[in-house]
């Protein structure tokens, strides 16, 4: 039989969401595919250098393939790209092939009734990359010696012009195509924008991802409520695709090392007013896109401001430290914040000077057998440098709330809210606010930890977004064990709400800002937070053992199914007398559920610790054990037969033969069995692989 090749198709480049799916699936892809799985993308040079190892294609109709493009004026690379899974990549250089865009686009305009404007640079680009890759895919299949069989899967409009491209060429490729989120729904959340007077800036690039949208095999988007976005603004009913990532153990323990870090970089920017307790201190934060309505900083901000009040009048000992860590245009580190961690510094090099000559005094002296007099271990040049090392520490202002120096000082809407709302890290706030406008990097002089580090130093990662068709920031907390909150608008709200019976007893606050106003939603966000602070440590250690337990829910083990799915649908429709697809039935449930936990958190004394330390003052009222309740969610968990059968695809018998028995013709059936549970995944049958060689 010919081969089933995959093609994975995105011009993004290495950041945000899609970036994120690719890299997370490629494993189980390539497990699934083989060396038939190619990802294709644009070439960049800078990051090819760190993130791509350049082979000669192992495959001669694929070298045959690149051979004939170079030859022809393209510049055409083949690697590995250097993740987990190791899946080849065929990258596209845009720019060597710019000579024929003004050809390309009369093309595209001629046979689909797009026209792109020369003001756009980044839909040419993918007009250029839409039709390089789509000359790729013809080329193969040109290049096989045997019909071979393709599933081209496309993400995002800037890679549908060589989907749209298949099509209207009739190349043989199965399409699949998937939007992360729809161009229209990202422009009509975004309040600031005039959507109405940049309508013709952005209609073109609409007409290109509605194109590939229909003229797909198979549509599918990452959530369900960008389905029914999709299905409103491009008009087609879409199937559902999610992504994942794996989750690490010992996640406890790494929680404790990067509190500390993050601990260390507090007390340098609140030096000279680090006059709160550490240990009772929450770390909080959001993180994305610098899109202050959609991803919910407005509704956060006032939710804090509402947070420092209640913490106040009520007395409470608990602080709350919070982080955005949004990118904006800034031209260096403010000043003040490095003279911070220059001054922490510098108290701890005294400390350990004055440390050092005290033990040696001690050791001398219990070297003659003597105790040590207290008066004589410190000197008085000891006193001197100490005196020195706390007048540096004064400070007359407060701690600044901006890490780096804006550009936009005066407009920018972060920083303007919180001068409205007077978050000033004074001695009286119980809130603190630390904005972040840059990624968070180990290099970096100021807080020198990645990213991923740092989520797993914070107490709660919170993205009350207006607008988000996913939501990888939440799921990335919920696999590294850290509670979140999210929203009834974001995809992964809208899973975890169907998946989990009670989602906040696992460190999942799901926001209602679909049904509710707005006043409504922060006061419901305010009474998160706080109720968030009363909790004990050893509550959130439970939490936050049950957050982690969520991970299986998103490994792309048991989420791979859908794109799985997909790839069959797509071969069944563009190959229907090869193969053919079974749907699955419709069901009332899909998918797992986990129930309310057996112990919804009291304060528990007697458990088995998942942490060094142990908190002394927590009441005796409720044996618990962690491990045990673990179990119980597992045995509760709702198996996936409950889900419906699983889809079956496979060769249609040859002419005059009998489909009456199925078992007879076991050998020449396609069907993959998908995991019985998340954490039990099982790999296809060795008849997928019969039917991919």
Known sequence: DSPIRSMRVTSRTSVGGIYTVLQTKAKITSDEWGENYFLMGPYLEQNVRTQVELIDPPHPAVRRTIDSMNAKGCKVYFGRWLIE??????????????????????????????GVPWYDREANDAVLFGFLAAWFLGEFVAQCEEKPFVIGHFHEWLAGVGLILCRTRKLPVATIFTTHATLLGRYLCAGSVDFYNNLHAIYHRYCMERAAVHCTHVFTTVSQITAVEAEHLLKRKPGEG??????????????????????????GHFYGHLDFNLDKTLFFFIAGRYEFSNKGADIFLEALARLNYLLRVNGSQVTVVTFFIMPARTNNFNVESLKGQAVRKQLWDTANAVKEKFGKKLYESLLVGNLPDMNKMLDKEDFTMMKRAIFATQRHSFPPVCTHNMLDDSTDPVLNTIRRLGLFNSSADRVKVIFHPEFLSSTSPLLPVDYEEFVRGCHLGVFPSYYEPWGYTPAECTVMGIPSISTNLSGFGCFMEEHIADPSAYGIYILDRRFRALDDSCTQLTSFLYSFCQQSRRQRIIQRNRTERLSDLLDWKYLGRYYMSARHLALAKAFPDNFTYEPPEETAAQGFRY???????PSPSISRHSSPHHSET?????????????????????????TGPVPEWRKPPKKGSSEASTSSNASNASTPTMPSSPSDPSSPNNSIIEERN
Not at 242 to 267: D, P, T
Not at 595 to 601: I, K, Q, T, Y
Not at 618 to 642: L, S
């Open 85 to 114: 899974g190791g899946p080849y990549v065929v990258l596209l250089d845009v720019g060597a092939t710019a000579w024929s865009l003004d050809r390309w686009k009369t093309e595209l305009w001629e046979s689909c009734a797009i």
């Open 242 to 267: 999610l992504g994942k990532f794996s989750a690490m153990h010992e996640f406890q323990n790494l929680h404790a090392q990067s509190k500390a870090h993050i601990q260390e970089f507090v007390r």
């Open 595 to 601: 129930p309310r936990p057996a112990s919804v958190p």
């Open 618 to 642: 927590e009441e005796d009222d409720e044996r618990y054990d962690e491990e045990e309740e673990a179990e119980k969610d597992r045995r509760n968990i709702k198996p996936p037969a409950m």
